[in-house]
Structures are given as C-alpha cells and as structure tokens.
C-alpha cells in the first residue's frame, strides 16, 4: 500500500519569499502524485499532478513540482508567496486504476504569509 | 461553471436522526466519491461511484449508505446519526479514474449531538 508523509505541519513564509512544501511517498511502481490545496472553508483545489516525462511539473497558481525517484520526493516549489496562498496543501499519491480506494492524502502542511 | 455542488453547508442533527447530503456535478464526469476530514485523521473515503449504477465501499464507509441516482447526482445517507459522524463531509468528482484528478464541492460541516 502507497503512503504519503509531509515532514512540515505548519510553515510561515513573508509575502514575496519563495517556498517549498516537502512531500516524500512510497509506493512499489511509478506512482500518480499530487498537489492540492484547501483554503478555509473549502473544498480541495488541484494545483498539479505527475504521471510520466517530464520530472518538473507546472501547475495552477504559479506552483510546480519536481519529481524525484531516487528520493521517493515530490516537492512543490513557488518563487514569490501571495498572501493569497495561505492554505492547507496537500500531497497525495495514487495506484494505477483507482478510484480513491488506493489513493492516499497526505497529512498536509499549512502554510501562513506574513504580510 | 458550478463544478460539484453540495447541499446543504451546514447541519446539526440530534444522535438517531437521519438524514441525507446531496452532491450534483456539471461537468459530465463519470466518477463520484464522498470523504470525510477529521482532524488528525485526514481525508477518508467513505464511498465512491466509479460510473452511473455502481456504487462501492471505501475506507470507511460504517453507518452511512449511498445513491448514484444518475449520472450527475451522488447522495450521502445517514440512517441514524451518531457523534462519531460529526466531521467535514466532501463530494468530489472525476472524469474517470481518482487519477484524472478529483474536483471537490466545497464540504458539508456535520454536527451529531
């Protein structure tokens, strides 16, 4: 079975900083990986997703993810944070042809944007 | 552009009550699912449709029951509610499999008292 872990509960950046939001997997295969993001009192949003090629994904928003093998990572990165981005990310991993019941969230980081 | 749908955003039910949480999608995806966020626990998959007539268990899918009624419209029952079920419900939808990727509705918070 696949897991997710998101070593970062909580991390604050100021508004202009660049970020990165660590996600690690594992999984036996080439998995499916995600971002998505949930502002308060919201559904979640997908930001980016990663299923072959390219390791450097771009997404919504100005985010992208880089995929990395060899240490089971897929990190999403930003250059400049808007207070807007104040949100619960979540990382999560899929098995092929699932329909959610192999599809793992991971825990999520949530992130605050000093002015 | 109304993407999922869910009705109502707010419930407080007594512990026995029932009732049910209604979830339309617009954008012709075959594949429906109902989670739940706790605190600490994440998101939980309680049920999921992965096309029109199907309906399957997921992680946690004790005390609660499902109806694809057609293509656009997955609903969430609660035959007698308990305080374990006090928790943010979401309906989310996708073009096929959960790896196209899923669109959410924008929850349901559940108070059981």
């Known amino acids: 079975a696949q897991s997710v872990t998101q070593p970062d509960i909580h991390i604050t950046v100021s508004e202009g900083a660049s970020l990165e939001l660590r996600c690690n997997y594992s999984?036996?295969?080439?998995?499916?990986l995600f971002w998505y993001v949930q502002s308060p009192g919201q559904g979640l949003q997908l930001l980016l997703k990663y299923f072959s090629g390219d390791t450097l994904v771009q997404g919504i928003k100005g985010f992208e993810a880089e995929f990395k093998r060899s240490q089971s990572s897929f990190n999403l990165r930003k250059p400049s944070v808007h207070w807007s981005d104040a949100a619960e990310y979540f990382c999560?991993?899929?098995?092929?042809?699932?329909?959610?019941?192999?599809?793992?969230f991971g825990p999520g980081t949530r992130l605050s944007v000093l002015p | 552009n109304a993407g999922v749908t869910q009705t109502p955003k707010f419930q407080v039910l007594k512990t026995g009550q029932s009732m049910t949480l209604q979830c339309a999608q617009d954008m012709n995806h075959n594949s429906m699912y109902w989670y739940r966020q706790d605190p600490g626990m994440g998101l939980r998959l309680i049920y999921y449709s992965a096309s029109e007539g199907t309906t399957d268990k997921g992680e946690v899918p004790n005390g609660y029951n499902v109806s694809r009624l057609n293509k656009r419209e997955f609903s969430l029952r609660l035959e007698s509610a308990a305080p374990s079920q006090t928790s943010v419900y979401f309906c989310?939808?996708?073009?096929?499999?959960?790896?196209?990727?899923?669109?959410f509705g924008s929850g349901t918070r559940l108070t059981v008292v």
């Open positions: 999560a991993v899929g098995a092929p042809w699932n329909y959610g019941q192999n599809f793992v």
């Open positions: 999984y036996g295969a080439t998995p499916y």
């Open positions: 989310a939808s996708s073009e096929a499999t959960a790896n196209y990727g899923y669109t």
